[in-house]
């Protein structure tokens, strides 16, 4: 990576809302209200009269979890490069999330390496620990407050097209309130946001209508999920422990758990988060549950005392995606793609809502910029592909680096030494608070991970490394 690609990465992290901007479209639709889909169209009621988000599910229906998001029961964090980020562009929302009881509690001093506490930062940096479901709502009850944003109940079926340029989105639009009989409809738009998720089909519809199709990356990484909620009687200000990130080596005896996660959230609970790779699952009753977390560090044993707020939640994900947009060479004007219909992590390593709210501040810098929206979004592309390459490079390639070292893989010289030096640099976490301090600057996304392919810092690790390895 080149110094540029970082100063580039950190101005999208640090960016804010813009002032007077002109408006560019008369109608913007965004197809899904997830939180990528509303933290689009936050960044598009800047540039447009009027901005349409399309969203199947009843979503005001649906004060806990809804049909399409079927993970959101599962621990969800906001790091501190999205937290920050949100609040600049949507003032006030850590204030209204802390008066519906989330906590806001330290970022460090709770991750654990095999069994031994990673040191400090010294940073001060805060986490806001709040259910999926809860901070979806709060975001979508401030961005359709917007005197331009409605939301719209349908199902997206395909693009309209004039001029090499999207110009409508057919629908159907679900049967139920406001919503006629639920027939096929077109909602004509000067700019249209895919943020359908996951399973996006909008490479679909490009094929369709001739266009090119994004390359379709797949990285396996096996994990499987098992999430509980328990009533936690103990304020957050009188915890011992506010928590817990616990990692595990694939050689380290953990019962087959490679990550857990304790975590008090709003609503005097806490959420529990076990994590197992391929053939590892992790407890699907309560007793299976509790008895895992009686094997890891003491704060979960706590966290998992009180009575159980329904059943545990499991969850499977065979692979990480990512869809290349950058590369693709015939691609309708007008349309862009976000969130997990662009790329789609290990959800472990809680990007996904950070990489979401850093790809509409891709969004921002695209349409402030004069942009030629007779052509191709690709200045748009450019800019999310150094999102999504700094988030992949963690995630996915971390990912890989486990399982070919839980398979005995033998890998390319290069990547042999890539790897060798993050393993050098995470084991100083344990030792060094600088080298800690720019881990977890990576780790949070408020820097690019190129930052610490640093000579000096790798340096600084592995001499904390030998240096405990003398005294052991």
Same mark, same amino acid.
Request: charged share 20%; net charge negative; proline share 7%.
């Given at each position: 990576?080149?110094?540029?690609?970082?100063?580039?990465?950190?101005?999208?992290?640090?960016?804010?809302?813009?002032?007077?901007?002109?408006?560019?479209?008369?109608?913007?639709?965004?197809?899904?209200?997830?939180?990528?889909?509303?933290?689009?169209?936050?960044?598009?009621?800047?540039?447009?009269?009027?901005?349409?988000?399309?969203?199947?599910?009843?979503?005001?229906?649906?004060?806990?979890?809804?049909?399409?998001?079927?993970?959101?029961?599962?621990?969800?964090?906001?790091?501190?490069?999205?937290?920050?980020?949100?609040?600049?562009?949507?003032?006030?929302? &850590?204030?209204? @999330?802390?008066?519906?009881? /989330? +906590?806001?509690? *330290?970022?460090? !001093?709770?991750? =654990?390496?095999?069994?031994? #506490?990673?040191?400090?930062?010294?940073?001060?940096?805060?986490?806001?620990?709040?259910?999926?479901?809860?901070?979806?709502?709060?975001?979508?009850?401030?961005?359709?407050?917007?005197?331009?944003?409605?939301?719209?109940?349908?199902?997206?079926?395909?693009?309209?097209?004039?001029?090499?340029?999207?110009?409508?989105?057919?629908?159907?639009?679900?049967?139920?309130?406001?919503?006629?009989?639920?027939?096929?409809?077109?909602?004509?738009?000067?700019?249209?946001?895919?943020?359908?998720?996951?399973?996006?089909?909008?490479?679909?519809?490009?094929?369709?209508?001739?266009?090119?199709?994004?390359?379709?990356?797949?990285?396996?990484?096996?994990?499987?999920?098992?999430?509980?909620?328990?009533?936690?009687?103990?304020?957050?200000?009188?915890?011992? &422990?506010?928590? @817990?990130?616990?990692?595990? /080596? +694939?050689?380290? *005896?953990?019962? !087959?758990?490679? =990550?857990?996660?304790?975590? #008090?959230?709003?609503?005097?609970?806490?959420?529990?988060?076990?994590?197992?790779?391929?053939?590892?699952?992790?407890?699907?009753?309560?007793?299976?549950?509790?008895?895992?977390?009686?094997?890891?560090?003491?704060?979960?044993?706590?966290?998992?005392?009180?009575?159980?707020?329904?059943?545990?939640?499991?969850?499977?994900?065979?692979?990480?995606?990512?869809?290349?947009?950058?590369?693709?060479?015939?691609?309708?004007?007008?349309?862009?793609?976000?969130?997990?219909?662009?790329?789609?992590?290990?959800?472990?390593?809680?990007?996904?809502?950070?990489?979401?709210?850093?790809?509409?501040?891709?969004?921002?810098?695209?349409?402030?910029?004069?942009?030629?929206?007779?052509?191709?979004?690709?200045?748009?592309?450019?800019?999310?592909?150094?999102?999504?390459?700094? @988030?992949?490079?963690?995630? /996915?390639?971390?990912?890989?680096?486990?399982?070919?070292?839980?398979?005995?893989?033998?890998?390319?010289?290069?990547?042999?030494?890539?790897?060798?030096?993050?393993?050098?640099?995470?084991?100083?976490?344990?030792?060094?608070?600088?080298?800690?301090?720019?881990?977890?600057?990576?780790?949070?996304?408020?820097?690019?991970?190129?930052?610490?392919?640093?000579?000096?810092?790798?340096?600084?690790?592995?001499?904390?490394?030998?240096?405990?390895?003398?005294?052991?």
């Amino acid at each position: 990576m080149t110094e540029s690609v970082v100063s580039l990465y950190e101005k999208l992290v640090q960016a804010d809302p813009p002032d007077n901007v002109p408006v560019l479209f008369d109608t913007a639709c965004v197809i899904g209200g997830s939180i990528a889909g509303l933290l689009a169209a936050r960044v598009l009621s800047d540039h447009a009269r009027r901005v349409v988000v399309i969203e199947p599910d009843d979503v005001y229906a649906h004060t806990g979890p809804r049909p399409g998001v079927p993970q959101d029961q599962q621990l969800h964090s906001l790091i501190p490069a999205g937290q920050q980020w949100v609040e600049r562009w949507i003032p006030g929302i &850590t204030k209204e @999330a802390q008066d519906r009881s /989330a +906590p806001f509690i *330290p970022a460090q !001093g709770t991750t =654990v390496i095999n069994g031994v #506490p990673q040191v400090p930062d010294g940073e001060g940096r805060h986490l806001l620990a709040i259910g999926r479901p809860l901070l979806e709502a709060l975001i979508r009850n401030r961005v359709t407050s917007l005197p331009n944003v409605t939301v719209l109940r349908g199902q997206a079926t395909g693009l309209q097209y004039r001029d090499d340029a999207v110009s409508a989105v057919r629908y159907v639009a679900a049967a139920g309130r406001d919503q006629g009989d639920g027939g096929a409809a077109v909602l004509d738009a000067d700019f249209v946001v895919d943020a359908m998720g996951r399973s996006s089909r909008l490479s679909s519809w490009l094929k369709e209508s001739g266009y090119d199709q994004p390359r379709l990356e797949r990285v396996e990484a096996p994990i499987n999920y098992a999430t509980a909620l328990f009533e936690r009687p103990v304020k957050v200000a009188d915890l011992e &422990t506010v928590g @817990a990130l616990a990692l595990f /080596a +694939p050689q380290y *005896p953990s019962g !087959g758990i490679s =990550v857990a996660v304790a975590q #008090p959230i709003e609503g005097k609970r806490w959420i529990v988060l076990l994590m197992g790779y391929g053939d590892n699952r992790p407890g699907r009753t309560v007793a299976e549950f509790r008895a895992a977390c009686a094997k890891l560090p003491p704060v979960f044993a706590t966290a998992t005392a009180g009575a159980v707020m329904g059943d545990v939640v499991t969850y499977h994900q065979a692979e990480s995606r990512r869809r290349h947009f950058a590369e693709v060479s015939r691609f309708p004007a007008r349309l862009v793609s976000v969130g997990d219909a662009v790329a789609s992590f290990n959800p472990i390593y809680g990007q996904g809502m950070t990489s979401a709210a850093l790809q509409a501040s891709c969004l921002a810098s695209y349409l402030e910029g004069g942009p030629d929206l007779g052509t191709a979004a690709r200045e748009f592309f450019r800019l999310q592909q150094v999102v999504v390459d700094a @988030a992949w490079a963690v995630s /996915a390639e971390g990912d890989t680096a486990r399982l070919d070292a839980q398979n005995g893989t033998e890998v390319p010289e290069d990547i042999r030494q890539q790897r060798w030096a993050m393993e050098q640099i995470t084991a100083a976490t344990l030792l060094d608070p600088d080298v800690t301090r720019a881990f977890n600057t990576v780790a949070h996304m408020l820097r690019h991970p190129a930052t610490l392919a640093d000579p000096e810092l790798l340096a600084r690790a592995v001499a904390a490394n030998e240096g405990a390895a003398m005294a052991a």
